[in-house]
């Protein structure tokens, strides 16, 4: 495992600027670190093309993100292999195919034994942690490799590197990420990089899911997003195969 990047830092904060506005696909931008992931890329003058499945949600993003018309927020469920291939037809159609895809889209199974997840809940999670992933990857990055460059983001968790009691089918997913990240580091050609990236302990739904009121201890997604996004955009080439953290 690579040692951890730090997020902030002048030199960072220099890379990200430099490389002037960019086109940035999240998935998962309804809610928690994709949502504020998306409205600090915004507020820095990148185009953000999200998805997520709650159409409330995204109008509520809509309504924050600094100029609006410039995004492409839109319902679209990772999970679907046919919903990710129109997302990415409609990203060619509006001429904003994506320099860096943050796959952020994830869900956590409920607290419980593995031998005692349901079969659902366990589903559920690979269904949008890896195949979810897979979806957004098998879509987006030939239009990448057809551009000949992009940054492929791939949130993992410290749960990708070590393990908890309770949440077994989530640790997989993540592992699994972190496997994904670099066997996909291998074969992208040159102009393409991918990073496996964990993004700390931050208090969202997920982790409320897992840590209960004590993930009110953590940072907040406000504190967190213009340290995720400085290191997000100063990702480069060099880095594809790591496993970073925020
Ligand atoms: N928070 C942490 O401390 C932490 C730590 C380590 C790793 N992570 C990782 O960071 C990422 C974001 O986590 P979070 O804490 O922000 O979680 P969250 O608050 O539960 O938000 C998850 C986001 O993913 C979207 N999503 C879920 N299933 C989806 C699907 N099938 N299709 C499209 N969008 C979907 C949700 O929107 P809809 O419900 O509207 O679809 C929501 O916007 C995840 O990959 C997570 O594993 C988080």
Redesign the pocket.
């Known amino acids: 495992m690579t040692a951890p990047k730090p997020g902030g830092g002048a030199a960072a904060a220099a890379r990200a600027a430099a490389a002037g506005p960019r086109t940035v696909l999240i ?9 504020a992931l998306a409205l600090e890329l915004a507020r820095r003058g990148h185009a953000v093309v999200g ?4 159409a409330e ?1 995204l109008r509520s993003l809509e309504a924050e993100i600094t100029s609006p018309s410039r995004h492409f927020l839109t319902v ?4 679907s292999d046919s919903s990710v291939a129109e997302l990415a037809k409609a990203a060619v159609e509006r001429k904003q195919v994506p320099d860096v895809i943050v796959n ?5 199974n409920k607290n419980n034994k593995t031998w005692n997840v349901p079969a659902e809940d366990f589903d559920m999670v690979v269904d ?2 890896i195949k ?1 992933t897979a979806n957004v990857l098998r879509h987006f990055v030939p239009l990448m490799i057809e551009k000949r460059h992009g940054i492929i983001v791939n ?5 990708g590197r070590s393990a908890a009691a309770e949440v077994a089918p ?1 640790c997989a997913s ?1 592992w699994a990420i972190e496997g994904l990240t670099r066997s996909l580091a291998k074969e992208l050609p040159p102009g393409l990089a991918a990073i496996a990236l ?10 409320t ?1 897992c840590f209960g009121s004590s993930a009110a201890l ?1 940072q907040t ?1 406000e504190t967190w997003a213009p340290k995720a996004a400085t290191m997000i955009l100063s990702l480069s080439l060099d880095d594809n195969g790591a496993s970073l953290t925020v």
């Open positions: 998935t998962g931008v309804s809610r928690g670190l994709g949502r998805c997520g499945r709650s949600h679209a469920d990772v999970r952020n889209a994830g869900t956590i949008t942690n979810g949130l993992s968790s410290g749960w989530y993540k964990s993004p700390g302990v931050v208090n969202t739904d997920m982790l899911s953590y997604t």
